[in-house]
């Protein structure tokens, strides 16, 4: 347990942290659940309407930290390729 004032100061800030990180990793892991799923029921248009939300939503959570920058563009990169090979 923290004894000093900025010991208690800091475990508030982290908690009000760990809440907003959790909504915001919620949000993009329920937009890229959103492309599989339309993967998965093989249907292009849908797949290509969640890509064009997830891939903002993906690189919204790597400019705030909650994902590093390189696993987003790599998240974004093969869901893409998924997407083109339902078209092609």
Sequence with gaps: MANTRSAKKMVRKIEARTAVNKS???????????????IAAGDAAAARAAMGAAEPALMHAASQ????????????????ARVKAMSA
Excluded: P
């Design 24 to 38: 915001r990793r919620s949000r993009m892991r329920s937009a890229v659940r959103e492309v599989e799923e339309a």
């Design 65 to 80: 930290g909650v994902v590093h920058r390189n696993a987003a563009s790599r998240k974004i990169s093969r869901l893409n």
